[in-house]
């Protein structure tokens, strides 16, 4: 298991790493989606519960930038910060409701030498973010610039 600042080298197939929770408040929802994502659902509690969701949701971003927060602040530490190259999928199953408390569970799927900068390596990784019942809420392929110990 990774716990400090680790490179290339320290990651292999078949990790596993926990975040820490974080419980979601109304608030926060609402804050959030008035600045990035201004919709009856993700904005007004009343207004939410005439709405295929039946009361308020948080956006999906907003779980995107949780999920975020709790990898950075979690056990997965990659040596100079987490440079990503991009999203091969995201997916929110799922709807976050306030009340909900989510934590990230990251898989390692590929660890390979970049071939363009052989200081560098190419990470993939599949988090998943689950909620207090153990639901899936989001699910994210992605692969991460690392350094290497070279």
């Not at 199953?93 to 900068?117: A, I, N």
């Not at 019942?133 to 992605?142: A, L, R």
């Amino acid at each position: 298991m990774v716990t400090k600042e680790s490179y290339l080298e320290d990651f292999h197939v078949g990790d596993r790493l926990r975040s820490a929770d974080h419980e979601v408040s109304e608030a926060e929802i609402i804050e959030y989606a008035k600045r990035h994502d201004p919709q009856p659902f993700h904005t007004d509690p009343v207004a939410a519960k005439q709405t295929a969701f039946g009361g308020l949701v948080a956006s999906g971003w907003f779980t995107a930038a949780v999920t975020m927060k709790l990898m950075a602040q979690s056990e997965f530490r990659v040596a100079g910060g987490m440079i990503g190259l991009g999203v091969e999928e995201l997916r929110w199953p799922r709807p976050v409701r306030p009340g909900d408390t989510l934590h990230v569970e990251t898989e390692v799927l590929e660890v390979r030498p970049s071939r363009s900068h052989p200081d560098h390596g190419i990470l993939r990784v599949r988090n998943a973010t689950v909620n207090q019942t153990g639901e899936t809420v989001q699910t994210m392929v992605t692969a991460l610039y690392v350094p290497r110990r070279t």
